[in-house]
Nanobody, 126 residues
Framework: QVQLVESGGRLVQAGGSLTLSCAAS????????VAWFRQAPGKEREFVAA????????FYADSVKGRFTVSSDNTKNNLTLQMNSLKPEDTAVYFC???????????????????WGQGTQVTVSS
């Protein structure tokens, strides 16, 4: 049974940094694409970043490129999102997701991910 558990969300001031973690069980990271999505109140869930050892690539939304870094520790099945230069518009619930089947052209589509965590709240104050 696949389980994803996010942690690290909190209130932070604009310009600050935050690290989110996602602990995964029941899957092998090297065979999955694992990603971060976020959802702000009243908005659709949007792609943030992904890493795929299977595809040998990382992917970022344009809105976070250069500020956020996604990484994974395959020995511990842990996914990390390092967020720097945070902005109020980064405020959202951040979700960890995993997929064994997503192809490169669909990696930003939340419907391609079968497994999801419960989310962790990130609030950036101005």
């Amino acid at each position: 049974q696949v389980q994803l558990v996010e942690s690290g969300g909190r209130l932070v001031q604009a310009g600050g940094s935050l690290t989110l973690s996602c602990a995964a069980s029941g899957l092998t990271f090297t065979r999955y694409t694992v990603a971060w999505f976020r959802q702000a109140p009243g908005k659709e869930r949007e792609f943030v970043a992904a890493i795929s050892r299977r595809m040998g690539s990382t992917f970022y939304a344009d809105s976070v490129k250069g500020r956020f870094t996604v990484s994974s520790d395959n020995t511990k099945n842990n996914l990390t999102l390092q967020m720097n230069s945070l902005k109020p518009e980064d405020t959202a619930v951040y979700f960890c997701a995993a997929s064994a089947k997503v192809i490169m052209s669909q990696v930003r589509s939340h419907s391609e991910y079968a497994y999801w965590g419960q989310g962790t709240q990130v609030t950036v104050s101005s």
